[in-house]
């Protein structure tokens, strides 16, 4: 049974034509990170842009068995909001949000999809031996209670993994009071057991990543990208959460004259 999803919609003062725009939150957040920054922006410059969460994530249902959620369970969450919508929509993924892209589009198309600090094709085995490295009594712990929430559990933890020096430490802070515990399941997904197969030329595709990004490196941005038969281009001096850091105007821009070049 297709649990109950919050979504979260901003719609353009006047009727454009645009294209839709759909956001899928990355891992530890829900709808709100879009709806900070990004939701506001593309409905000024005339998209009705929607925000979902994730079962189990945000206002959504499915708290109570999050643990054992898989990608596949996501992807038919994708599935529910793009039939909502009615209408072709153009889908924009952040870190895990971008597998969840990926996933869709092995049996769907699109208008066209945005990669933001994605997950890359080949899963997040280097990701999890990097945190292995770096955090080992955060790694075993994660194993030992099957959550995720260790990796970003305390401020400091949250801001090294997913923001630069450069944001604002109160908004670090309240940022941090809104994450959230992730599926394992679905992490074991994105590692070895559900990774996507990608299909060159499919639907048209941007791939941006971030230069001071501690849970995606430039260079698995770049994998993304040739997988997807695609250039990739990296922002400066930006870390992970790519839609809340300072400078997230330029991406918003960089995403909207993709959009007008492609005629969406």
Request: hydrophobic letters at 45%; glycine letters at 8%.
């Amino acid at each position: 049974m297709q649990p109950k999803l919050e979504i979260i919609t901003r719609k353009p003062d006047v009727e454009t034509g645009k294209a839709p725009l759909l956001f899928v939150h990355g891992m530890w957040h829900g709808a709100w990170c879009w709806a900070e920054r990004f939701l506001p922006y593309f409905a000024r410059k005339g998209h009705t842009a929607w925000a979902l969460s994730l079962r189990g994530h945000g206002e959504s249902e499915g708290r109570e068995r999050l643990r054992w959620t898989s990608l596949a369970e996501y992807v038919v969450d994708l599935e529910a909001v793009v039939e909502q919508i009615g209408a072709p929509a153009v889908l924009i993924g952040h870190s895990m949000g971008g597998m969840v892209v990926q996933k869709y589009l092995e049996e769907h198309t699109a208008p066209g999809a945005v990669l933001l600090a994605s997950v890359p094709p080949a899963g997040l085995l280097a990701a999890t031996l990097r945190v292995a490295r770096q955090q080992p009594l955060t790694f075993l712990k994660v194993n030992l209670t099957l959550s995720l929430y260790p990796v970003i559990g305390t401020p400091e933890k949250c801001r090294r993994f997913l923001f630069s020096e450069n944001l604002d430490r109160a908004l670090a802070e309240e940022y941090f009071a809104r994450m959230q515990d992730e599926s394992y399941r679905a992490y074991m997904d994105m590692v070895l057991l559900n990774l996507p197969r990608p299909t060159k030329g499919k639907t048209p595709m941007l791939v941006l990543g971030a230069e001071a990004d501690e849970a995606i490196t430039v260079d698995e941005v770049y994998a993304t990208a040739r997988a997807y038969g695609v250039e990739a281009e990296i922002f400066p001096a930006m870390a992970h959460d790519m839609m809340l850091e300072p400078g997230w105007e330029a991406v918003a821009e960089r995403i909207l004259a993709w959009l007008e070049a492609e005629g969406l």
